[in-house]
């Protein structure tokens, strides 16, 4: 159960090697966190990240997961639910992809899709099915301020968030007064491994900033967490800018 203050006992990351995730795990396991589940594809990295957070003091187990298999979603997902209740289910698996290559090749288009919609979709009603049986519990899911408008340079990403965004939108309506808590996670431009040599966008942020800012979210309980905050009203803006305008924009 989560502790008077809203910080779980109890973790599963669906995108264990995420770095948005395990700078948020490492935060929680300091507060209270005692039990992780890190789901992935095998990897020297997801053992490496289990290593470091034992080390911290919390009880961590590793599970193969993966996003783009989603026939295996419910035996995958429900053996780590059989083994006690989970406070909290992040999800975090995603992919950027490459806007020009990926224009180039539908099929690798289609994966960015699959990754991070379609796995979302799969994952996160299991994992939702499976909160709401035990009656309580969040499901944090990583969405990204990209699905809020298109552009230009991102528009394959950006769709398959814009999907996973109002997706997570309508199971939170749909799980609403079930004791289970949806939590939608906008950030901007995150410095980290996935868009190294991209060029830096205004209002950038890290995955510490971001990991902070779920922290404070599941403590209000909040709905949706921008990152950083002064995104909700950029976006707002962006959202009704004429698309005339936003064509010569350099977004």
Do not use: C
Not at 51 to 65: D, K, P, S
Request: net charge positive; hydrophobic share 45%.
């Amino acid at each position: 159960m989560k502790d008077a203050f809203g910080i779980p006992q109890s973790l599963l990351v669906l995108g264990g090697t995420s770095e948005i995730a395990l700078a948020t795990v490492r935060r929680l396991v300091v507060r209270r966190t005692r039990t992780v589940w890190l789901a992935g594809r095998p990897s020297p990295g997801l053992e490496s990240a289990a290593t470091e957070l034992r080390a911290l003091g919390a009880e961590v187990r590793t599970v193969a997961f993966d996003a783009l298999d989603p026939e295996s979603h419910e035996a995958v997902l429900g053996k780590v639910f059989a083994e006690g209740d989970i406070d909290m289910v992040l999800l975090a698996f995603g992919i950027l992809g490459d806007q020009a290559h990926d224009e180039r090749e539908p099929v690798a288009a289609v994966r960015v899709a699959q990754t991070n919609y379609t796995g979302a979709v799969s994952a996160g009603l299991v994992s939702a099915r499976a909160l709401q049986s035990q009656g309580h519990g969040s499901l944090v899911v990583l969405s990204s301020v990209a699905g809020e408008r298109a552009r230009r340079a991102d528009f394959i990403y950006g769709s398959s968030k814009a999907g996973l965004d109002v997706f997570a939108q309508g199971l939170g309506d749909a799980l609403h007064g079930t004791g289970v808590h949806v939590m939608v996670v906008r950030p901007g431009f995150v410095r980290s491994r996935m868009t190294a040599g991209l060029e830096e966008a205004p209002l950038a942020t890290t995955p510490e900033a971001v990991a902070t800012a779920i922290e404070l979210g599941l403590r209000r309980r909040s709905e949706t967490v921008w990152v950083p905050g002064a995104l909700r009203v950029v976006m707002s803006a962006v959202r009704h800018l004429p698309r005339a305008v936003i064509r010569r924009l350099p977004l």
